[in-house]
């Protein structure tokens, strides 16, 4: 049982880098990520608001994770539900004060990358799931075992920035950069820490509910 909380608790505090990252990203105010220009494209064609938009994307996403065999664990039920809190929290300190340079501002964004990087080694390694799209990240790079992580991660990033581009969406600099910089950084920044996430197994739900009962 410690050792399940202890994954819980190592999955909220790299959430809670990986938020800090996000929220870095948002305040360089240079242009939204990929995923987000598909959002926005769904939501300017169809009567759905953003925050619908991403949520069905989200089950989607979901349901090819599951189709490809990826675990839905607890750790995927926190993601949906503590990060977009801890954004919050952070905007709400003010910690990171408006951006209206955008030499500063691409600056801002490649380091919130590599910190949001940072953030997925520490809630990935806990092995007890993953968020719908690092989870998507993982399953094809297991169908593409030769191809570094990192590469996979710029593939899928140009993959939807292209369908975001068809759906209308606003491309921006900072659109660019994280196609290029979110694969780069998390290459980078798994490699310093010696991790695969591939040759991780996630635990499911159902799994980590059975540990709990013979704990």
Same mark, same amino acid.
């Given at each position: ?92 300190? $003010?910690? /990171?004060?408006?951006?209206?340079? *955008?030499? @500063?501002?691409? !600056?801002? =964004? &490649? #380091? %919130?990358?590599? +910190? ?33 992580? $990192?590469? /996979?991660?710029?593939?899928?990033? *140009?993959? @939807?920035?292209? !369908?975001? =581009? &068809? #759906? %209308?969406?606003? +491309? ?44």
């Amino acid at each position: 049982m410690r050792k399940i909380i202890t994954g819980w608790l190592r999955i909220t505090a790299g959430l809670f880098v990986f938020a800090l990252g996000l929220h870095l990203t948002i305040k360089a105010s240079i242009g939204v990520a990929p995923w987000d220009t598909v959002f926005l494209g769904i939501a300017a064609r169809t009567p759905l608001t953003y925050g619908l938009a991403a949520m069905l994307t989200n089950v989607f996403i979901l349901a090819a994770d599951i189709a490809m065999g990826e675990a839905i664990g607890f750790g995927t039920f926190i993601d949906a539900v503590v990060t977009g809190l801890f954004v919050d929290l952070i905007d709400w300190t $003010g910690i /990171v004060p408006d951006i209206h340079s *955008a030499p @500063v501002g691409a !600056l801002v =964004l &490649v #380091l %919130g990358l590599f +910190i949001m990087a940072v953030g997925q080694f520490f809630y990935m390694s806990a092995g007890q799931g993953c968020g719908p799209k690092d989870s998507f990240v993982v399953g094809v790079g297991k169908r593409l075992p030769r191809v570094p992580i $990192g590469a /996979v991660q710029i593939g899928i990033q *140009a993959a @939807v920035l292209v !369908l975001g =581009l &068809v #759906l %209308g969406g606003p +491309i921006g600099l900072g659109t660019l950069l994280s196609v290029v910089f979110m694969g780069t950084a998390m290459q980078i920044v798994f490699r310093i820490l010696h991790f695969e996430p591939r040759n991780v197994r996630q635990e499911n739900v159902v799994e980590t509910i059975r540990r709990m009962r013979t704990a």
